[in-house]
């Protein structure tokens, strides 16, 4: 009988685990992940996993409520709070959730108030595009609504006339969120 560490070793050996392959446990098999992006086009890109555990029930209303205060960004430059809430958008897409049964919010406030912007305001205070344009575009687009902190735009120097489109102006985060929570949404801290 081979020693039980031994047998281990050329089984490890066999899986692969690479840039754009999935794990496998056989040896000379190499699969691609697929990735997909369902609603969100662009961004928020997932691996379907047919038969995961708790799946949310496409029957159900989901209603989460975002609470986006970072900025820190994906080497692509966008926000990446903000992209995983595109990914989300996408999972319960893929699982079934359409855009009915999807009451996605996001409240803005702190690093993430820039977000709020609008392209035009974004390139005069920043000297550069807003890299999230599109991003908030799909977003809005998918059914999600966005806030943003009125007292983080204060505090940022920001104006509601500055905000963007697709962004509303909350009384403050720290009111959006718990009125939102009474409205029966989850609260999910990014």
Same mark, same amino acid.
């Given at each position: 009988? %081979?020693?039980?560490?031994?047998?281990?070793?050329?089984?490890?050996?066999?899986?692969?685990?690479?840039?754009?392959?999935?794990? #496998?446990?056989?040896?000379? #098999?190499?699969?691609? #992940? &697929?990735?997909?992006?369902?609603?969100?086009? &662009?961004?928020?890109?997932?691996?379907?996993?047919?038969?995961?555990?708790?799946?949310?029930? %496409?029957?159900?209303?989901?209603?989460?409520?975002?609470?986006?205060?970072?900025?820190?960004?994906?080497?692509?430059?966008?926000?990446?709070?903000?992209?995983?809430?595109?990914?989300?958008?996408?999972?319960?897409?893929?699982?079934?959730?359409?855009?009915?049964?999807?009451?996605?919010?996001?409240?803005?406030?702190?690093?993430?108030?820039?977000?709020?912007?609008?392209?035009?305001?974004?390139?005069?205070?920043?000297?550069?595009?807003?890299?999230?344009?599109?991003?908030?575009?799909?977003?809005?687009?998918?059914?999600?609504?966005?806030?943003?902190?009125?007292?983080?735009?204060?505090?940022?120097?920001?104006?509601? &006339?500055?905000?963007? %489109?697709?962004?509303?102006?909350?009384?403050?985060?720290?009111?959006?969120? %718990?009125?939102?929570?009474?409205?029966?949404?989850?609260?999910?801290?990014?």
């Amino acid at each position: 009988m %081979p020693h039980p560490i031994r047998f281990a070793l050329p089984v490890l050996a066999a899986l692969s685990i690479g840039t754009g392959s999935a794990l #496998t446990a056989n040896a000379g #098999t190499s699969s691609q #992940t &697929d990735w997909i992006n369902p609603v969100i086009k &662009d961004y928020g890109k997932m691996h379907p996993v047919p038969n995961g555990a708790l799946k949310p029930d %496409p029957n159900k209303t989901w209603k989460i409520v975002f609470d986006i205060g970072g900025g820190d960004t994906t080497k692509e430059g966008v926000n990446k709070a903000l992209w995983h809430v595109a990914r989300a958008v996408n999972v319960y897409s893929d699982a079934g959730v359409d855009q009915e049964h999807r009451k996605f919010a996001v409240v803005l406030h702190g690093a993430a108030t820039p977000l709020a912007l609008s392209p035009d305001a974004y390139k005069a205070k920043f000297g550069k595009e807003d890299p999230d344009t599109k991003l908030k575009e799909e977003l809005t687009k998918a059914g999600v609504k966005l806030y943003v902190c009125g007292q983080a735009l204060a505090d940022n120097g920001f104006t509601p &006339d500055q905000v963007g %489109p697709n962004v509303e102006v909350a009384l403050s985060a720290l009111a959006a969120i %718990p009125v939102l929570e009474s409205q029966g949404y989850e609260l999910f801290k990014m």
